[in-house]
């Protein structure tokens, strides 16, 4: 197990993850599909040739969000964490396309005792992703409930 415990977060932390993923035509279709997210900017090449201000599809940006997050997990959360409390201010300030590769910046915000479970604490990430020119592609504010080492 990779993950950190609760008691291993300190705020200011900050994890430049060494994983980079490139996006793929099939990664865009078949999370849209399967999402059930019919949106042509992202699953029809033709229309958003001829009507998007890109000239050609975006990718669906719950996938960037996705990937964003899950390239962090090996650094910061496997096998630690109980599960997410909430994933607050995304923002994506430009768009991701088939063949961008996506690198990710995780910094600790805060970190607390959790008040009603004695075994765990809430971690705060602010989450980055940049494609391959360092363009900021999203981020977002999640919240964790996290394990505590085992006594």
């Known amino acids: 197990m990779s993950g950190l415990w609760f ?28 999402t059930m997210n019919t949106q042509p900017l992202h699953i029809d090449f033709n229309w958003a040739t001829e009507n998007s201000e890109f000239g050609k599809p975006l990718v669906n940006s719950i996938f960037t969000l996705g990937l964003m997050i899950g390239i962090s997990v090996t650094d910061t959360t496997l096998g630690t964490t109980v599960g997410n409390l909430s994933m607050t201010d995304m923002n994506f300030p430009r768009p991701v396309f088939h063949g961008d590769s996506i690198r990710s910046k995780t910094t600790i915000v805060s970190k607390r005792e959790s008040k009603s479970r004695p075994m765990n604490g809430i971690v ?28």
């Open 7 to 34: 008691e291993e977060f300190e705020e200011g932390m900050v994890f430049e993850h060494a994983v980079t993923r490139t996006v793929t035509e099939t990664d865009n279709m078949m999370f849209s599909n399967a």
């Open 124 to 151: 705060v990430f602010q989450h980055e992703a940049y494609n391959q020119h360092g363009d900021l592609v999203a981020n977002c504010t999640r919240t964790g409930l996290m394990k505590k080492r085992p006594v």
